[in-house]
Nanobody, 127 residues
């Protein structure tokens, strides 16, 4: 079992920045690739960004490339999502998730591959 706790959400103006954190506990953090997903009202949950087990590979949805940066600190069992140049369309509940994989460089973008999820943190971007 892995417990994930997100923090760092809030209200920000368009063009602003936020940094989300997700602290993991319960199992060996480096056994998991980590991902950030988001879900806006009335929409399906979508992949935002992912990072491989040791940080060697990252992946982003096209809409956030160049604006968001995912990183992880394995010593702290924490994954981060730095969000810059935020837009109103980034408004959503953001979830971190853990994907148990034996492959060190895999980053998967499909929700069903992820085994554990946090409770989510709200990000609201005003225009």
């Amino acid at each position: 079992q892995v417990q994930l706790v997100e923090s760092g959400g809030g209200l920000v103006q368009s063009g602003g920045s936020l940094r989300l954190s997700c602290a993991a506990s319960g199992r060996t953090f480096t056994d998991y690739a980590m991902g950030w997903f988001r879900q806006a009202p009335g929409k399906e949950r979508e992949f935002v960004a992912g990072v491989s087990r040791f940080g060697g590979r990252t992946n982003y949805v096209d809409s956030v490339k160049g604006r968001f940066t995912i990183s992880r600190d394995n010593a702290k069992s924490t994954v981060y999502l730095q969000m810059d140049s935020l837009k109103p369309e980034d408004t959503a509940v953001y979830y971190c998730a853990a994907d148990r994989t034996s492959i060190s460089l895999v980053v998967r973008a499909i929700t069903s591959y992820y085994d554990y999820w946090g409770q989510g943190t709200q990000v609201t971007v005003s225009s």
